[in-house]
């Protein structure tokens, strides 16, 4: 009894988790957990921790500054701290702005297991799918991120494709599972 008293006590202390669009003023925030995720989990993510952090101003980190319509990143927050990160791009070209891509999905492993990924997609769906005309969004995962894809299905992305040895360093090889997720899908889960 005593035990469950004091879950409950800390879970009315904790501050509570704010998923949103990050604002002008915090693409240093951003800055700081995208470089972290590329040290923590490099295998997962395309670019490398060196490759970005030499880099002056990230392409989100513009986005973020610019606050662009199509172009966004969702940040996770627990009280101030950021914690976790979506981003998300809108095709640009005529044919395919129907289409939208998720990257850079992220969550401090100190904070998983609180449900704070799940959260943290359905917000940038949401804010996503309230652009006029997006009609579908994609996004990729290493095929041995067990976790993010589990996530990804129950959200009610599919599987469209793998794309075999997609990321490659040394002799090590990682394939890249392709998801979709199209509006109709998603409004008729949520």
Known sequence: MQ??????????????????????????????LRLESLQRFSNCFGVTF????????L????????????????????????IGLAAFTRRERRKTMHRGDISQVYVDPVQRGRSIGQRLM?????????????????????????????????L???????????????ANCWDMCLMQLTRERHFARN
Do not use: W
């Open 59 to 82: 392409a989100f980190e513009a986005a973020i500054e610019a606050r662009a319509a199509d172009r966004f990143v969702v940040g996770a927050f627990c009280g101030e701290r950021l």
């Open 50 to 57: 060196e490759e970005e952090a030499r880099l002056t101003t």
């Open 3 to 32: 035990d469950f008293a004091a879950t409950a006590e800390r879970a009315e202390r904790a501050p509570q988790l704010d998923c949103r669009k990050l604002r002008p003023g915090e693409s240093g925030l951003y800055r700081a």
């Open 122 to 154: 359905l917000a940038t769906l949401a804010s996503a799918f309230e652009l006029s005309g997006l009609e579908q969004v994609e996004l990729s995962v290493v095929s041995t991120n067990t976790a993010a894809l589990r996530l990804y299905a129950t």
């Open 156 to 170: 009610g992305f599919e599987t469209y494709g793998v794309q075999q040895n997609y990321f490659k360093v040394g």
